[in-house]
């Protein structure tokens, strides 16, 4: 079966409803690849582009008519474990130079129309996707919890705590999904909004990965190091 034929039969489906896990993904740097490694780009694109339709067409998923902008998708699962399998598969595909920023996400959508969702699910899965840096997948605390047991062959997932995204009142708590074929050692979370949450997630995560670290300063003011 042809990339095309497995697009169209997973346009076919139907969009999910209810609670549901939403894949959200963007090409980290995409103007900046355009324009220093347009070539290069397009050939990766396209390459991205069949690996997806075949990806999603094997973990049951379904994406939404038009949603996404630029160079990024959405896509929606039933089962919180397939989302998190394809996103692993999505990372080893072998893009470069595309690097793909994924964030999970698992909560109630509402329907904008048949094709396409609205409202706070999908919001939280895109600011929960801005977090991550390119090669990077994070999953949501709801979404960790559902495949904490289920998580593909030799995953593993690392707690970074709870942070805050942009523009929504409730904090998040956010969790790496790693293996053995992808780099895991990524700096600290993109957010924007600093404080002693982001700190002692910055701790466990420095300690997951296994750097030294040291807590130096005087008492009351101490800063971080690592190697």
């Known amino acids: 079966m042809s990339p095309i034929d497995l697009h169209d039969r997973t346009a076919g489906r139907t969009l999910p409803?209810?609670?549901?896990?939403?894949?959200m993904a963007d090409i980290e740097g995409s103007t900046r690849l355009w324009e220093t490694q347009p070539d290069q780009m397009a050939a990766a694109l396209a390459t991205m582009d069949r690996a997806l339709a075949e990806l999603v067409y094997a973990h049951n998923g379904v994406r939404p008519i038009a949603q996404g902008e630029g160079d990024s998708f959405v896509v929606a699962f039933?089962?919180?474990?397939?989302?998190?399998?394809c996103a692993l598969a999505l990372q080893q595909a072998g893009l470069a130079p595309i690097r793909l920023r994924i964030g999970v996400h698992t909560g109630e959508v509402q329907l904008r129309d048949e094709g396409n969702y609205m409202g706070p699910t999908i919001n939280r899965a895109a600011r929960l996707r801005d977090l991550a840096h390119g090669g990077q997948t994070v999953l949501s605390g709801t979404t960790n919890d559902l495949v904490c047991d289920l998580l593909p062959e030799r995953a593993w997932l690392i707690d970074f705590g709870r942070h805050a995204l942009r523009d929504l009142a409730r904090p998040e708590r956010v969790a790496q999904l790693c293996?053995?074929?992808?780099?895991?050692?990524?700096?600290?979370?993109?957010?924007?909004?600093?404080?002693h949450v982001s700190e002692r997630a910055r701790v466990r995560r420095l300690r997951e990965v296994?750097?030294?670290?040291?807590?130096?300063?005087?008492?009351?003011?101490?800063?971080?190091?690592?190697?």
């Open 17 to 23: 409803t209810g609670t549901v896990t939403l894949l």
């Open 78 to 85: 039933t089962r919180a474990s397939a989302a998190v399998a």
């Open 179 to 195: 293996h053995p074929d992808l780099h895991n050692d990524f700096p600290p979370l993109r957010t924007r909004l600093g404080g």
């Open 210 to 227: 296994g750097r030294a670290l040291s807590v130096i300063g005087v008492g009351g003011v101490c800063r971080l190091a690592w190697t």
